[in-house]
C-alpha cells in the first residue's frame, strides 16, 4: 500500500514572471549599465554649466573668458557636445574622443615652436595702422577687397602653455547615491508591477 501527497500551488504566474525577468537581468545587466552610461553622460555636460568640476570646485575662467566674458571650455562646445558612454554586459564607460579632452581634464604643458607667418592689416589713409575699437593696441586684419592695407611679417619665439586642469569627468557621492537609486529602479522595473526599491540610501 502506497501514500501519496500532493501540493498545488496556484497564483504564482506573476511572481514567476518576475523572478525569469530578474534572472534575465542577472544573465545580461546591460539596461542597469545603460542607465548608468546614460547619467554619467548627462551629469557630465551639467558640470560644462556649472563650471565646477565633480568636487565642486570651480574651473580656473580661462584667459578668454577673463578678457572678454562667457563661459570656460564652451566657446564652440565642441567638448560639451563630445561627452558620449558606452555600455555591454560587463560595464559602461563615458568621455570624450577629441583630441584635446586629456589636457583639459588633467592640466599640463603645451610646447609651441618657434614660427613666422605675414599678417596683411588694414591701414588708413594716411597710412597708420587701423585700431580694433575696444583694443586700441591690436590691428584689424585686412581680407583680399581691402585696398588700404600693408603685409607685415611676425615671428614668434618658442613658447609654452600651462593649462590648468579642470576635471569635468568623475563620481563624487551625490553620484554614487544616484547611481544607486538608479540600479534599484532598472531592477524593480524588471520585477515588474508592485515592486519597490529603496534605492539612494547612502
Do not use: C
Not at 31 to 58: C, H, M, N
Not at 151 to 176: F, H, K, Q, S
Request: proline content about 4%; overall charge positive.
Amino acid at each position: 500500500m502506497s501514500v501519496g501527497v500532493a501540493i498545488t500551488v496556484t497564483g504564482l504566474d506573476k511572481p514567476l514572471g518576475a523572478l525569469r525577468r530578474m534572472e534575465q537581468l542577472g544573465a545580461s545587466p546591460r539596461p542597469i549599465w545603460d542607465a548608468f552610461g546614460q547619467y554619467g553622460e548627462s551629469s557630465t555636460r551639467l558640470r560644462f554649466q556649472r563650471q565646477a568640476g565633480p568636487d565642486g570646485v570651480k574651473w580656473k575662467p580661462s584667459q578668454r573668458v577673463r578678457k572678454h566674458g562667457g563661459q570656460t571650455l564652451i566657446l564652440k562646445r565642441r567638448l560639451e557636445r563630445s561627452i558620449t558612454y558606452r555600455a555591454n554586459t560587463r560595464g559602461t564607460e563615458w568621455g570624450s574622443n577629441v583630441v584635446y579632452a586629456r589636457i583639459h581634464q588633467l592640466g599640463g604643458k603645451i610646447q609651441r615652436l618657434a614660427h613666422s607667418s605675414t599678417l596683411r592689416l588694414r591701414t588708413r589713409r594716411s597710412g597708420a595702422l587701423l585700431r580694433q575699437r575696444d583694443h586700441a593696441n591690436l590691428s584689424v586684419f585686412a581680407r583680399a577687397h581691402h585696398k588700404q592695407a600693408v603685409e607685415r611679417r611676425y615671428t614668434v619665439g618658442p613658447y609654452t602653455i600651462n593649462m590648468p586642469a579642470r576635471a569635468y569627468l568623475g563620481i563624487n557621492a551625490r553620484d554614487v547615491r544616484e547611481l544607486r537609486a538608479l540600479g534599484g529602479q532598472v531592477v524593480a522595473q524588471a520585477a515588474g508591477p508592485g515592486s519597490s526599491s529603496s534605492g539612494g540610501g547612502a
